[in-house]
């Protein structure tokens, strides 16, 4: 059974960094694009950044220049650096594994894992 875990969530300062780990694990044939999202109390969820199988990243523009994400396709793996937290980041954030085909069934889904808690405090 194919499993999403998510680490490196907690509270930081205003300014502070944080860098979130999430690694796939089971039977994994291969994953296409990974990322990551969040949601803030009240709100939907929303995209915060993605990366493709071949490294090419998108981001949320209120992102851009503060967050890096960055992938290890051997370890099914990926990251995000967090940069110049401001509060309104705060939220819950969702790992996302793509098109991830399972060689068990050789099905393919989108995969979530738990969510992990970022708070940043002014």
């Known amino acids: 059974q194919v499993q999403l875990v998510e680490s490196g969530g907690g509270l930081v300062q205003a300014g502070g960094s944080l860098r979130l780990s999430c690694a796939a694990s089971?039977?994994?044939?291969?994953?296409?694009?990974m990322g990551w999202y969040r949601q803030a109390s009240g709100k939907q969820r929303e995209l915060v950044a993605t990366?493709?199988?071949?490294?090419?990243?998108n981001y949320a523009d209120s992102v851009k220049g503060r967050f890096t994400i960055s992938r290890d396709n051997a370890k099914n793996a990926v990251y995000l650096q967090m940069n110049s937290l401001k509060p309104e980041d705060t939220a819950v954030y969702y790992c996302n594994a793509g098109g991830l085909t399972d060689r068990s069934s050789w099905s393919t889904y989108d995969y979530w894992g738990q969510g992990t808690q970022v708070t940043v405090s002014s």
């Open positions: 990366i493709t199988r071949g490294g090419s990243t």
């Open positions: 089971g039977s994994i044939f291969s994953i296409n694009a």
